[in-house]
């Protein structure tokens, strides 16, 4: 039977031995197996379902940053003993030998895996690549069960705001970074690692909302290149923040953000998203800053009963999509903006009427 020699090192991890390896990357389809679950009771699955939606996310994200990707070690269990033969006697450092034929259950990775083999099939040029890969005994179903369960259990997604401020892939996300230090109280008062913010919070707003809001903004301009986008963002929030006095007065001091939180909807960010689309709707007007001085005229306190079923149900601030078109509608129809038939449908009878 044919043999695969890899790198690893040997170690204890309670009361198992272990092997940490490099496993090349067209070793993944070969040896890992992908079993499909669909149908089989939970209590006899070793692992949870394939999501086959994630497959090619994972493989074009390898193939757009193939100099660059990164994955996280997969770990696996055998079942045929492999050998470990030390660099010296007494060594936990060597060469581990994989039998070709033998299956590797994947305890953990198994997408990571599917998105490798699926590049491998797309003629990405990885196969020099490796990957880390941590390999265990296979003890029984349970024992795969539970070392799924423990490597998942305190896993815990980073915030979509540090998601922001990490990713540097990501256009939009760099010309808000870039906004940001141009508009001095989003300069000031944004949280740029939590995705919302805490009762005691001194800040108005979350790196997460304003991305989403400059998403809003830029909708038909991604193409343009960063420095352009972040000077037409700059222009845009700067000119919103002229007319939002309730945000320069917790820059300056005069009231608390908690304040402004707790009475105010207008840090909020389906207002923000609201704002953002607005700007795709008038900043081609020659005098679109003008147009916007009217949002000083607008009572955006959480009371006002103009705001209920638009953005405020039983006094709740509610951001689901039809909240964001119905706000952004209400924003257009209150600074004399005239509204498309959809905008009106999405606004409540007496939004329309006022």
Known sequence: MLEVRVPAMRGKMGSRTYYSCLMPMQGVPQFFKFTNWVG?????????VLNDKRVPDLAAYIAENEEDYLFSSITASY?????FEPFAEGLDIGI?????????????????AAGIVRAIENGVPIN??????????????????????DLNRYVQKTSKSLDILFDKRDDIAAATLAMIEKVPVFREL??????????????????????????????????????TNAGLLADYWNAIAAHMPEWSKVLNGQKLAIELRQEK???????????????????????????????????WSKKNPEWENVCVVSNSVVSNRQARAATKAFIKAKIGLSLTDGEKRALPDQAVAA
């Open 265 to 299: 909807i207008v840090s909020h960010s389906t207002v923000l998203r609201a704002l953002g689309g607005l700007g795709v709707d008038i900043l081609d007007r020659p005098d679109w800053q003008a147009q916007l001085a009217a949002l000083g005229n607008i009572d």
């Open 190 to 227: 944004t949280d740029k690692e939590s995705v919302s913010l805490s009762v005691k919070s001194t800040k108005l707003f979350t790196l997460a909302a304003l991305y989403d809001a400059c998403v809003e903004l830029l909708k038909g301009r991604e193409k343009q290149d960063i420095v």
């Open 40 to 48: 089989i009771s939970p209590e006899d699955r070793e692992q949870r």
């Open 96 to 112: 581990l030998v994989l039998q070709l034929g033998d299956e590797l259950i994947i305890n953990d990775g198994q997408h990571r």
């Open 128 to 149: 020099r690549d490796a990957i880390s890969v941590l390999l265990f005994p296979w003890e029984s179903t349970g024992r795969v069960q539970q070392m799924f369960s």
């Open 79 to 83: 079942k045929s003993e492999p050998r």
